[in-house]
Every structure is written in structure tokens, then in C-alpha cells.
């Protein structure tokens, strides 16, 4: 199989190249940074600098679209909302166009989205059924999604991979929270009530190859692990795993004063349940987190 994806030098989509890889299959990558693609994704994945070099007679089995641009790391700025769009539906919009002028159209397409979705809640349980929220992160998931649901029209069988939080000890939320809670500064985040759905990043991969072969996927999938912890359970967790004390709570009107409606990421959360997945009868290797961080953190004790 040739699989074309986007966002491949990113946290997941490198796990991805090197399990793609392994199984055989060719891939490409999109990526701004063509010179760092062997180094970062493997001396065997070749390159694509910008779609404009997707010609309608190259053929692409799949598509994985995974790329934009990180949404915590700056201030929800005017300017800032709009990269956020554009690095997402922008280039799917753009991807939908190639796949629409390819003589041969991929098979499938699994484009990226976010539990961000369902908005924010300390109540509900969230499945795919359940509609979309109201704020900047649902209408950006949501816009996502439209854009790639366009490849439908083609006969392309699309997959919107909802993601919750990827635990890796490389990158990610796991990586930011980690030097804190090393020196014993780890802190809950607000009053700790709200939900924090996780995925262990193998558990991930695994839904994503999974998703990939299975022709009969089709939709909407929570790529989340079936029991979503609170941050206050996650804090105590993390500093167990790591046997260090975590006394400290991070007010929530301090990071509203540092991060503007960004906090919401941290501050909000919603309890997901990857219905979808579980009907299709997919085994999670990790379904709890303590066994979860115990297995990421081995060498970080
Ligand atoms: N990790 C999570 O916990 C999580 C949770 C929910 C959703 N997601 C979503 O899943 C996707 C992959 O996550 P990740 O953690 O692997 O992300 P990541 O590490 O931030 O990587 C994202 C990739 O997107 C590409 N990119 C960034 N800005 C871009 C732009 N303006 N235009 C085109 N490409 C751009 C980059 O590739 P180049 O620099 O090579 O071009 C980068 O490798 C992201 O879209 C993310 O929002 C992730």
C-alpha cells in the first residue's frame, strides 16, 4: 500500500511512519520541512513539499491527515484562530481537491479531529452520536470534518479520527506535564473536576491501523482510552507513578489571566467513550491509566 500523510513529522504521525514501515507498506510525507523528513520519519519515506506536487497521475492508496498547526502552544489571537483553520481545513480542503483530480482516488482517507468537538462538560458522556459544541475548538473540529467528508463524493471511504488526549513520553501534554511533576511541582488544574479522555499513543496507533484496514470503518471514531479520568485522578496518578508528591493546585483564574480562552484546554474536558471502536469489538491494551503511565514511565522514575 502507498500512503500519503500529512502532519507525518508530527508526534503521532512519526509513530505512525515507523509502524507503516515495519508492516511493509510505502509512504510519503507532506511536510514544510522536506529536509528533515528521513531523519525524523525514516530514511525510507520520500517526500512531498507541498500538494501542489500531488500530479493527477500518482496514485495514493490512503491518506492519513494529521497536520496543523499546535493548538495550545500561543494565544487565540484573531490571527492566530485563523492559522489554526487554515493549517487544518485549509489543507483538507486543498487534499479533497487533489484526491478529486487523481485518475485513480485513494481508497480511504483518515483525517484528523478532536475530542474538542463535543465542547466542554463535567457531566455527560460523550459518544460519537453525540452532536458538537459551541466553542472555537468544536467549530474548529467541526469545520475539519466538513472539509474531509468532501472525499466522500469521490467514492473515497472516510474515517474521522476524534482524538482524545495521546499519552507519549516524547511529546505531547505528557511531556509538558512531566518536568513539574518530576521536581514535585506537579499541580491539579483548577478545581481537578474536569474530564481528561487520554489514549495510551500505542493503543493509538493501533486504532489507526486498525480503522485503516478494516473497509468496513467508515465515520466518526473517539480515539480515546474506555475509562476517561478526572485531572484530579489524572494528577494523583502521575505523581504516584512518578513517587512524587503533587500538593500544589493551579487556580483556574491564573491560567485564565495567562492563557485567555486557551485555558479551556486545560481547564475544560469532556468524558469520552469510544463507542465506536468497542462495537467493532477493538481491544485496548490499555484501558486504565495506571498501568498506562506505568508502562510510558518506566525510565522516567
Ligand atoms: N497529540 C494529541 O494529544 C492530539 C489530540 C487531539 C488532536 N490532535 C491532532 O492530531 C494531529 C496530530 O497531532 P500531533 O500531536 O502529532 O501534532 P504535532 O506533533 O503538533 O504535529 C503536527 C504536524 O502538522 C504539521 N503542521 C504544523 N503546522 C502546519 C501548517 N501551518 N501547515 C501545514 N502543516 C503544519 C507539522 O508538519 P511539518 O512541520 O513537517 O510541516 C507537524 O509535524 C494534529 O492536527 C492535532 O491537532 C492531537
Redesign the pocket.
Known amino acids: 500500500m502507498h500512503i500519503l500523510i500529512?502532519?507525518?513529522?508530527?508526534?503521532?504521525?512519526?509513530?505512525l511512519c515507523a509502524a507503516l514501515l515495519a508492516r511493509g507498506e510505502q509512504v510519503t510525507?507532506?511536510?514544510?520541512?522536506?529536509h528533515?523528513?528521513a531523519e525524523?520519519c525514516g530514511a525510507a519515506v520520500r517526500t512531498m513539499r507541498s500538494l501542489d506536487e500531488w500530479m493527477p497521475s500518482m496514485h495514493f492508496d490512503a491518506i492519513i491527515n494529521?497536520?496543523?498547526?499546535?493548538?495550545i502552544d500561543a494565544r487565540w489571537t484573531t490571527k492566530r484562530r485563523q492559522?489554526l483553520l487554515?493549517?487544518?481545513v485549509g489543507?483538507t480542503e486543498k487534499l479533497v481537491e487533489k484526491i478529486q483530480q487523481a485518475q485513480v482516488k485513494p481508497r480511504v482517507l483518515l483525517s484528523?479531529?478532536?475530542?474538542?468537538f463535543y465542547g466542554t462538560d463535567e457531566t455527560q458522556n460523550f459518544t460519537e452520536e453525540a452532536g458538537a459544541g459551541h466553542d472555537f475548538s468544536a467549530d474548529l473540529c467541526m469545520q475539519?470534518e466538513l472539509a474531509a467528508q468532501a472525499a466522500q463524493t469521490f467514492g473515497v471511504r472516510v474515517v474521522l479520527?476524534?482524538?482524545?488526549?495521546?499519552?507519549?513520553e516524547t511529546?505531547?501534554?505528557l511531556k509538558k506535564m512531566l518536568l513539574p511533576f518530576q521536581l514535585g511541582l506537579g499541580s491539579q488544574l483548577g478545581n481537578g473536576r474536569q474530564w481528561m479522555s487520554w489514549?495510551h499513543s500505542q493503543d493509538y496507533l493501533r486504532a489507526v491501523l486498525h480503522l485503516l484496514d478494516d473497509a468496513s470503518a467508515q465515520g466518526a471514531f473517539n480515539l480515546t482510552a474506555p475509562n476517561a479520568v478526572t485531572n484530579a485522578e489524572f494528577t494523583k496518578v502521575l505523581a504516584k507513578t512518578l513517587h512524587r508528591p503533587a500538593l500544589f493546585v493551579a487556580p483556574a483564574f491564573v491560567l485564565r489571566l495567562a492563557m485567555g480562552e486557551r485555558s479551556d484546554l486545560l481547564l475544560g474536558g469532556q468524558r469520552v467513550l469510544p463507542q465506536s471502536l468497542l462495537n467493532q469489538q477493538f481491544q485496548f491494551e490499555f484501558a486504565d491509566l495506571v498501568p498506562a503511565l506505568a508502562d510510558l514511565l518506566k525510565a522516567s522514575k
Open positions: 500529512t502532519g507525518g513529522t508530527g508526534l503521532i504521525g512519526r509513530r510525507v507532506l511536510s514544510r520541512r522536506p528533515l523528513v525524523i494529521l497536520a496543523g498547526e499546535p493548538i492559522i487554515d493549517s487544518r489543507l484528523g479531529s478532536a475530542i474538542g475539519w479520527l476524534r482524538t482524545g488526549l495521546v499519552l507519549d511529546g505531547g501534554v489514549i
